[in-house]
């Protein structure tokens, strides 16, 4: 769909260099029945490149597109009424075109708003190198906690401060749901202090695609899902309940940064030879969870009470991670590949099955 809107805009333009042609006697066109002044040419010819340049720069993935776009439709427009008995029919295409850059201008302040997110929240870190994690600094934790320390391969390395993941996801937004929806993924996650900014792509059907951002930032968490970056279909916190499951959510995945499970605000109960209770306390905000590992050390399971949704109705179920695969990432071992499942009464829903494609240690914010 993406391509096919590329190419109306594109031969969109070249119709318009008819009007330039003409007002320079470049060939004779019995479509444009009026006479056309080498200043009116002269427009014409800026509102062909200017349809054709949002065409380019969209192929191109330039996150402006939508502006030079939209100032080619007003430019054609005015064209259409000063030649409205020839160009009428143009006001159909110049329509499509204005909707869908207003689409595109919505996305763009969508995505601006998580690199501004994003930005904060690296800035946040310290920008002291921490000395390298020895074995003295993970004595006191449990022992199979210590294992997956050590052959997730943070020993003798300086610890992670942030983390970029890019994930690929299928989804299902309803247990009853029968097939997936694709998507794609990216996060950034810094240790100290505990922050993620998740953002989504969901193809949900041909040409409907639903842009998501979770995040939590100093403590509070909210969830965004906009059909087409304009329609919220879900708009979640910052709340008690948002608050307390993103804290959870920072908690499980801290397998992708493991260095945060030395951090001050993580307290570890040891519950057996492969599992441990991992609790989170920032602020007066506190949340647990069981981790349990293979007898190769590495995470093989999360699972918490975590709030499903928020407000006075909402209750805990049991979510729970299961991890299918490791993969080694800049030295570092973690989760490659898993599911999430809630746990319902009604019966398991696993809504999301996920893939890490790359990890980042200590990145760059994005460019904004």
Not at 160 to 185: C, F, G, H, M, R
Not at 251 to 273: F, H, Q, R
Not at 298 to 327: D, M, P
């Amino acid at each position: 769909m993406k391509v096919l809107f590329m190419i109306i805009l594109i031969i969109h333009g070249l119709i318009h260099l008819l009007g330039f042609l003409k007002a320079f006697l470049l060939a004779e066109l019995n479509e444009i029945t009026n006479p056309v002044s080498k200043s009116l040419g002269l427009l014409w010819l800026l509102t062909s490149l200017s349809l054709v340049s949002a065409g380019t720069m969209l192929f191109l993935k330039n996150p402006i597109w939508w502006l030079i776009a939209i100032i080619g439709v007003l430019l054609s427009q005015i064209l259409i009424i000063v030649f409205w008995n020839d160009c009428l029919y143009g006001t159909i295409p110049n329509i499509l075109i204005l909707i869908v850059s207003l689409f595109g201008l919505a996305h763009f302040n969508f995505e601006k708003k998580i690199n501004e997110e994003v930005a904060y929240t690296l800035a946040k870190v310290s920008k002291e190198v921490p000395p390298p994690i020895s074995a003295k600094d993970i004595s006191t934790l449990p022992e199979p906690v210590q294992k997956w320390l050590t052959v997730a391969g943070v020993l003798e390395k300086v610890p992670i401060q942030s983390v970029y993941i890019k994930q690929n996801y299928l989804i299902k937004l309803k247990p009853e749901q029968k097939d997936w929806y694709q998507t794609s993924a990216e996060q950034y996650a810094t240790v100290n202090p505990p922050s993620f900014v998740w953002r989504a792509e969901m193809e949900m059907m041909p040409a409907i695609t639903a842009f998501g951002r979770d995040k939590f930032i100093e403590g509070k968490g909210e969830m965004v899902f906009k059909l087409l970056s304009i329609i919220p279909v879900a708009n979640d916190g910052p709340n008690p309940q948002i608050n307390e499951a993103a804290l959870q959510r920072f908690l499980g995945e801290m397998v992708w940064y493991p260095s945060a499970a030395i951090s001050e605000y993580v307290t570890w109960k040891d519950t057996g030879p492969q599992t441990a209770i991992a609790t989170m306390n920032l602020d007066g905000l506190s949340g647990s969870g069981i981790f349990t590992f293979g007898e190769n050390g590495h995470v093989r399971s999360f699972s918490a009470l975590r709030y499903r949704g928020s407000g006075s109705e909402a209750k805990r179920c049991e979510w729970a991670v299961n991890i299918t695969a490791t993969k080694e990432f800049d030295g570092v071992k973690v989760p490659a590949k898993g599911e999430v499942t809630w746990r319902l009464e009604s019966g398991d829903w696993t809504w999301a099955k996920f893939e890490i494609l790359d990890c980042e240690f200590n990145p760059k914010p994005p460019d904004s």
